[in-house]
């Protein structure tokens, strides 16, 4: 970790921002599909997934059919591939759980495109692992279509999704095992307070 590193406002989405991307990718996918087209289906896939799983560009890009685990309980995500090769379990909403389920079975099925366990969720170029860069330049679409800040990238969605986690659980080994961070320290950061709770608590004064 940095020396003097911090999470600050700029780093990550806030709630309406997330909001406004997930929305203008629902809309285009389906557009897209009425169309028949992939473009936005897969990006809206791939928004949606790093705004709520808090992947690293690189272990998303690495996953593949038999990573995702739905009919389970609790559906999760292996990811084998993680910071300094360790592997960890990614637990993961009904939500996304529901929408991986859909992009796999009907949509990718649709496309006539491999669902087989070592097939990439994402593939490139002759059904191959997709580049990182392939899926940072999609994202960065999302957010310019969306008319969000440019600042704004898929590694801002890991911030977002860790820091939304804490606020929601203040359990911050749980925040460290989902994100895969070797040091408590680093994952520590995101116990600050949300920005959108400094208003409420200035606001609270004025009750007192």
Known sequence: MKSGYKITRDKFFDAEERK??????????IVDLAKGRKTWPVRWMLVHLAMYSGLRVSEIAALTIGDIHLSVQDPYLFVRQGKRGKSRDVYIDRELAKHLKRFIIKLKRNWDESTDPDTPLFAGRGGKQISTTALEISFKQAVR???LRNDLSIHSARHTYATFLYANTRDLRAVQKQLGHSHINMTSLYADILPQENGTIANKILDE
């Open 145 to 147: 279509e969306a008319g």
């Open 20 to 29: 406004a991307i997930l929305k203008t990718c629902e809309e285009k996918a």
